[in-house]
């Protein structure tokens, strides 16, 4: 209801002639960000349009093509997304929004099941930095951002997931080996993201149980409990174990994997 009644507020001050064009442009915008809260989408997108239109060239004409390219994400349109996504990298070719605008127009490339379209931005995103070049203040820089909510993943955050996107491309496509060896980058260059690091150990197991079987899964697992020091992750990953054991009637295994667990 707050909402609602916030966005009517904007929407009563955008038309208001007596207010100057500026503060009519920031409330038309305000709607926009206030019906994409609400999970309106097409509103957005009405929104959007009109204010690209009656506030040409104005300072949140990117950040407009931004919120119209999520909602139409949202709404399974990919081929009208790309086309925004595409325009933020028009107006706005640096920053976090371009980067995830590289990241959203590869997702969309996947759901169409255009994968080599997909990787094109995916490797387009991974092209834009080399973590290993930047100084320990620009990375401190960089974390501080996501720290104060001014983005909401960091760059190399954001790097590390396309990774780990282009392996699940790979493996969607039948490309094993090259699924396997960019999940394998994970752990060598993005060490300092302990979340995607164990992801990259979890997908690797399970397209080598798909693909090798049980017993190469198994060791694919184990090797990923001895590499990586989070008990949580230990803990589970030892009861995964367990219980394919348990599944192939391995019993006696399995209650040994199982008392590690414990």
């Known amino acids: 209801r707050d909402l609602n009644q916030s966005r009517d507020y904007f929407r009563n001050l955008a038309v208001n002639e007596l207010v100057e064009e500026r503060t009519q442009v920031m409330a038309q915008y305000q709607m926009i960000q206030t019906s994409y809260q609400l999970k309106d ?65 590869s997702e ?12 094109k931005y995916l490797d387009r995103l991974i092209a834009r930095y080399d973590f290993s070049q930047m100084t320990e203040e620009e990375i401190i820089e960089m974390t501080t951002l996501k720290l104060k909510g001014v983005v909401k993943e960091t760059a190399r955050e954001l ?3 396309a990774h780990l996107k282009k392996g699940d491309i790979y493996a969607e496509a039948g490309r094993i080996d090259e699924a396997l060896s960019t999940y394998g980058l994970l ?13 990259s150990y979890i997908r690797t197991a399970e397209l080598v149980q798909k693909e090798r079987g049980t017993a190469a899964a ?14 949580i992750f230990q803990a589970r990953t030892q009861l995964t174990v367990a219980l394919m054991l348990f599944d192939e009637a391995e ?12």
């Open 218 to 231: 198994i060791a694919a697992y184990k090797d990923a409990i001895e590499k990586v020091e989070d008990k």
């Open 187 to 199: 752990p060598t260059e993005y060490a300092a993201e302990p979340v995607l690091v164990q992801n």
């Open 41 to 105: 989408y097409r509103q957005v997108i009405e929104e959007g349009d009109a204010l690209l239109e009656n506030f040409p060239h104005s300072l949140y004409e990117a950040s407009v093509f931004y919120d119209k390219a999520w909602s139409y994400f949202e709404l399974e349109q990919y081929e009208e997304a790309i086309k925004s996504f595409e325009q933020v990298l028009i107006l706005a070719p640096r920053g976090s929004n371009a980067d995830r605008s590289l990241f959203q127009v």
């Open 159 to 161: 790097v590390a997931k």
């Open 251 to 262: 019993f006696l295994k399995s209650a040994g994997e199982y008392e590690i667990y414990l």
């Open 108 to 119: 969309s490339y996947e759901k169409l099941e255009r994968y080599d379209d997909a990787l």
